[in-house]
């Protein structure tokens, strides 16, 4: 149980473009959803809070208008990186968190490598 | 700054090596603490996590961790390495006072030599 898949896995684009990864919890309920970016050889950095059916809550210094989440349902949130620029090119990855789950715990998607030409 | 400190980035053992990864935070109050561990190509996945109650956790594949509040430290133990432990480690901490974020640390990446 307490799986999450994320969509792509890879994405290469043209600077300028945008790009949406999806990420979802597959035999759970997450009424928040996590967004980390992970640069090479360094931990991993919160970018984001995404409630359901809310707002995100954005991390100091993270562009939210570059980094648009959505988290429509109970299920799917997704990140779309507009306007992409090389320096967007990262590993992007997801957490869930269980709706029943009383305690602390963020289950993590596979994650989506971008790269931006 | 408050923090999540390893004190190691890499460390290579023998196989059958004990191990012991280093982890300190500067959050005080009450904390959730967690050990993840990545496997090459593999997404995160949790050894072990401590709310409350004993503070020597037992996690999977053999691993412990223990949960000294006044060192402000929650170091990852393993009596004896394998090959197949060969992966980064990153510890990460809930600091309850600053809502339900995890803050890592910057990694430990572990080499088993066979």
């Known amino acids: 149980g307490a799986v999450v898949s994320q969509h792509p896995s890879r994405v290469i684009c043209k600077s300028g473009t945008s790009v949406k990864i999806e990420c979802r919890s597959l035999d759970f309920q997450a009424t928040t959803m996590f967004w980390y970016r992970q640069f090479p050889k360094q931990s991993l950095m919160l970018m984001a809070t995404s409630n359901e059916g809310s707002k995100a809550t954005y991390e100091q210094g993270v562009e939210k208008d570059k980094f648009l989440i959505n988290h429509a349902s109970l299920t799917l949130s997704t990140l779309t990186v507009t306007s992409a620029h090389p320096e967007d090119s990262s590993f992007y990855i997801c957490?869930?968190?269980?709706?029943?789950?009383?305690?602390?715990?963020?289950?993590f998607g596979p994650g989506t490598r971008l790269t931006v030409l | 700054a408050q923090s999540v400190s390893q004190h190691n980035h890499h460390v290579i053992l023998s196989e059958a090596a004990s191990l012991e990864l280093g982890c300190n935070y500067s959050?005080?109050?009450?904390?959730?603490l967690f050990w993840y561990v990545q496997y090459p190509g593999q997404h995160l996945q949790l050894l072990l996590k401590?709310?409350?109650?004993?503070?020597l956790v037992k996690g999977i594949k053999g691993f412990e961790a223990e949960f000294i509040k006044s060192k402000f430290s929650f170091n990852l133990r393993k009596p004896s390495v394998q090959w197949s432990d060969t992966a980064e480690y990153f510890c990460a901490v809930i600091p309850m006072e600053y809502g339900n974020k995890l803050v890592f640390g910057a990694g430990t990446i572990l080499r088993v030599k066979s």
């Open positions: 401590y709310f409350s109650g004993d503070p």
């Open positions: 959050y005080g109050g009450t904390v959730n």
């Open positions: 957490s869930a968190r269980d709706r029943l789950g009383g305690l602390n715990e963020q289950f």
